[in-house]
C-alpha cells in the first residue's frame, strides 16, 4: 500500500497539482461542478420515487410506477456528474495521498462513496423482482439521499480534520 | 378518515435527512480551517525544522521548538512564493523564526504562521494580519 500511494504521489501529473495555484483551484471547482451535478439530480430523482411530489388529481397508481420504473434522464446526469466527481476526486488525492489516507474522514467517505455504489447495482439487479417494486425502489431512494448527503457532510470535513 | 398519501414518504425523506446528518457529523478532531481555530492573539516561535510537507491544499512544517514538536502551517505553493520563498527554503535542518496564530487549545502545538524568518530574512504570507 505504501509504495502504490509513493508511486500515485510521484505521478508527474500530481507533482504539477501539488504546486500549481490556478491548477488545483480549478480541479476543485470541477470536483464541486462534479458532485453539485450528481447531487442535485439524484435529490430530485430519489423525492419522486419516494412520492414527495403533488400528484395530479386524475394521475393514477401508474404515475408512482413510471418514476419507478421508466430510466428518468435525471440518472443519467447524476451518473454524468459522479463521473466528473470520481476522476476530479482522484486526482484531487493524488496530491496527498498519504495524507488523505490517515484521515479517518477521507476513509469513511470512500466507504459510503463504495456504499452507494453498491445501493445502484443492487438496485439494478433488484428490478428484475416484480413483486413491491414500488418499495424496493423507495428502499434504495432513501439509501441514495442518506449516502449522497453523507458524502457532501464529509468531504466538508476533510479540510477540518487530519493535519 | 383517509391518511394523507404523502405521510410515508415525508416521513421517510425526513428519516433520510436526520439519518445523512447523524452520520455526517461524527465527533471530531481540532477544527482547523481558516483562522477560526486560532487565539487572535500572536505568538512567536524559534526552532529547527524537522519535516516540511509543502504543497497543495496547505503547507505544513514540523518544527522543534527546545525539544516539542509544533505543526507550523505556512502558505499554499503560490502564497509561500508570493512572499518570497524558493524552493529549497523550507527544509528539514533549517532554523526558522516564525510569528503567528496558535491553535485555541496551546496544548495542541499548532500555529498559523503569518510571517516567518530565515536568519535575517523576512517573509510575509499574510500581509494584511501583520500586527
Given at each position: 500500500m505504501p509504495e502504490l500511494l509513493d508511486a500515485i504521489a510521484g505521478w508527474p501529473v500530481a507533482e504539477w497539482l501539488r504546486f500549481s495555484r490556478y491548477g488545483y483551484a480549478t480541479l476543485s471547482a470541477i470536483h464541486i461542478l462534479g458532485f453539485a451535478t450528481l447531487f442535485g439530480a439524484i435529490v430530485a430523482h430519489d423525492l419522486a420515487v419516494l412520492g414527495l411530489y403533488p400528484r395530479k388529481?386524475?394521475?393514477?397508481?401508474a404515475t408512482n410506477m413510471d418514476a419507478v420504473q421508466s430510466p428518468s434522464p435525471l440518472l443519467t446526469v447524476a451518473a454524468s456528474g459522479l463521473a466528473l466527481a470520481l476522476t476530479s476526486g482522484f486526482l484531487l488525492f493524488s496530491v496527498r495521498p498519504h495524507g488523505y489516507i490517515g484521515n479517518p474522514v477521507f476513509v469513511t467517505k470512500l466507504i459510503v462513496l463504495a456504499v452507494a455504489i453498491l445501493n445502484v447495482i443492487v438496485a439494478r439487479l433488484l428490478s428484475?423482482?416484480?413483486?413491491?417494486p414500488i418499495r424496493w425502489a423507495r428502499r434504495t431512494a432513501l439509501v441514495s439521499l442518506v449516502c449522497w448527503i453523507t458524502m457532501i457532510l464529509l468531504g466538508r470535513l476533510i479540510a477540518f480534520t487530519g493535519d | 378518515m383517509t391518511r394523507s398519501r404523502t405521510a410515508r414518504p415525508v416521513f421517510m425523506a425526513r428519516l433520510a435527512i436526520a439519518l445523512a446528518l447523524l452520520i455526517g457529523t461524527v465527533p471530531l478532531a481540532v477544527?482547523?480551517?481558516?483562522?477560526?481555530?486560532?487565539?487572535?492573539g500572536n505568538i512567536e516561535l524559534t526552532g529547527e525544522i524537522t519535516k516540511a510537507e509543502l504543497g497543495n491544499p496547505h503547507g505544513v512544517l514540523s518544527v522543534d521548538v527546545n525539544g516539542e514538536e509544533w505543526l507550523v502551517e505556512v502558505g499554499q505553493p503560490w502564497r509561500n512564493e508570493r512572499a518570497g520563498l524558493k524552493d529549497g527554503?523550507?527544509?528539514?535542518g533549517v532554523d526558522i523564526r516564525v510569528e503567528g496564530e496558535p491553535s485555541a487549545?496551546?496544548?495542541?502545538?499548532r500555529l498559523k504562521a503569518i510571517r516567518l524568518w530565515l536568519g535575517t530574512r523576512e517573509f510575509v504570507l499574510y500581509p494584511n494580519r501583520v500586527p
Open positions: 388529481p386524475q394521475a393514477t397508481h428484475q423482482r416484480h413483486d413491491h | 477544527a482547523h480551517h481558516g483562522w477560526a481555530w486560532t487565539t487572535g527554503d523550507l527544509v528539514e487549545n496551546i496544548e495542541d502545538r
